[in-house]
């Protein structure tokens, strides 16, 4: 099983230039998450899918727009990339339905640098 | 919103030390989490504690739940060059989504 996959691994964009990061599960989980990881800033939540056909906004959603395409698939766009979202974006997913009990489980991340 | 508060953010110490790190709720929690992350790869989830004044061991690890479910600790005996790694706690309050720590960087020479 490769659990949640995550793509690209890197990528250099240009401000103002825009991308969609995709993420993909194979565990049958209800829920998926985005995070952003900045130095010393730990894990913050920018959407998140509590299950199919439906998305809420995190503490830091600004800038920022998901789709939950399938139960399986969750992305998340960049429309107008700016140097602040330079960054390290992991999704999750888990099995809850967004009340966070049961155990996240993490892609590799896409490290995104925007110039 | 609800906050977490970790420390210390980054530890040093020689292998074979002891290593603990805290994590504080401004809130009551129902549960908590602890995550571990290697250098440059991905959290990775360790354990889940859910009732007051709860411990949990796993190997040299142990885990906390306080009493009043507002914080919690991670206790490493005799630390070891893998332990190497940030670790993160999480909690979340009623139906709300997980809220993670800033984190405890552990370096630990040989």
């Known amino acids: 099983n490769a659990g949640v996959t995550q793509t690209p691994k890197f990528q250099v964009l240009k401000t103002g230039q825009s991308m969609t990061l995709q993420c993909a599960q194979d565990m049958n989980h209800n829920s998926m998450y985005w995070y952003r990881q900045d130095p010393g800033m730990g894990l913050r939540l920018i959407y998140y899918?509590?299950?199919?056909?439906?998305?809420d906004k995190g503490e830091v959603p600004n800038g920022y727009n998901v789709s939950r395409l399938n139960k399986r698939e969750f992305s998340l766009r960049l429309e107008s990339a700016a140097p602040s979202q330079t960054s390290v974006y992991f999704c999750a997913s888990n099995e809850a339905s967004g009340t966070g009990v049961q155990p996240q489980h993490f892609g590799d991340g896409t490290r995104l640098s925007i110039l | 919103g609800q906050q977490v508060m970790q420390i210390p953010q980054y530890q040093h110490v020689q292998e074979g030390e002891d290593f603990t790190t805290y994590c504080n709720s401004s809130?009551?929690?129902?549960?908590i989490q602890w995550y571990k992350q290697r250098p440059g790869g991905h959290p990775v989830f360790l354990i889940q504690?859910?009732?007051?004044?709860e411990v949990k061991k796993q190997k040299r690890l142990t885990f906390q739940f306080g009493e009043a479910k507002k914080n919690s600790s991670l206790h490493i005996t005799a630390t070891q060059t893998t332990d190497v790694g940030t670790y993160f706690c999480?909690?979340?309050?009623?139906?709300?989504?997980?809220?993670f720590g800033k984190g405890t960087m552990l370096l630990v020479s040989p």
């Open positions: 899918s509590a299950s199919e056909g439906t998305t």
């Open positions: 999480a909690g979340n309050s009623g139906y709300s989504t997980l809220t």
């Open positions: 504690l859910v009732k007051s004044g």
């Open positions: 809130t009551t929690l129902s549960n």
